[in-house]
């Protein structure tokens, strides 16, 4: 059983989606709104693993967003990574389950999956620990959903929950083995 902590801390409509079907998340707040925890979570990871089309989305960001932290990127096709921070970022393959025992041998201890299709995958593997959503005050209709189909339930214990001004409402889950 994988000894790394692999955490999710993402945004969401009301209606639960992450992104419009076109990939846009501009119905998130500015640079993430007020404060809400997401840069102290973002302190305590030592490698982000995300999925192409989440890693596409962050290279047409006017900025790099993730500054000097190790970013995986999950993908079988040949990436293009001329465009992101040099030595920072790789391309990776395989299974969940692969990617976690291969960054575990790396001694990288804490993880943060992000990305609609990467969250879904390691979800239905059993390999989240905790859960942070935070709920946007908007319903956008249609979009990228956060969660997808699974073969069983993936039962969750409440940690907290805190409200802010802004309308922002954060949940924070751990995931039940």
Do not use: C
């Amino acid at each position: 059983m994988p000894t790394m902590i692999a955490s999710v801390f993402i945004g969401a409509s009301v209606d639960g989606f992450i992104a419009r079907t076109n990939g846009s998340f501009d119905f998130l707040p500015a640079d993430g709104g007020e404060p809400h925890g997401y840069n102290e979570f973002f302190a305590s990871v030592d490698a982000l693993v995300i999925g192409r089309k989440t890693f596409e989305t962050v290279l047409s960001l006017p900025q790099w967003p993730y500054g000097e932290k190790r970013v995986i990127v999950l993908s079988t096709r040949i990436l293009d990574l001329s465009k992101a921070p040099a030595g920072i970022v790789e391309q990776m393959q395989g299974s969940p389950r692969e990617i976690v025992s291969r960054l575990e041998e790396r001694g990288i201890g804490h993880i943060y999956v992000d990305g609609g299709v990467t969250i879904q995958r390691f979800l239905r593997e059993g390999l989240i620990q905790r859960l942070t959503i935070t709920r946007v005050p908007v319903l956008i209709g249609e979009g990228i959903p956060l969660f997808g189909s699974l073969p069983k339930d993936i039962r969750l214990e409440h940690v907290q929950t805190q409200h802010y001004p802004s309308g922002l409402v954060k949940t924070e889950y751990r995931v039940l083995p």
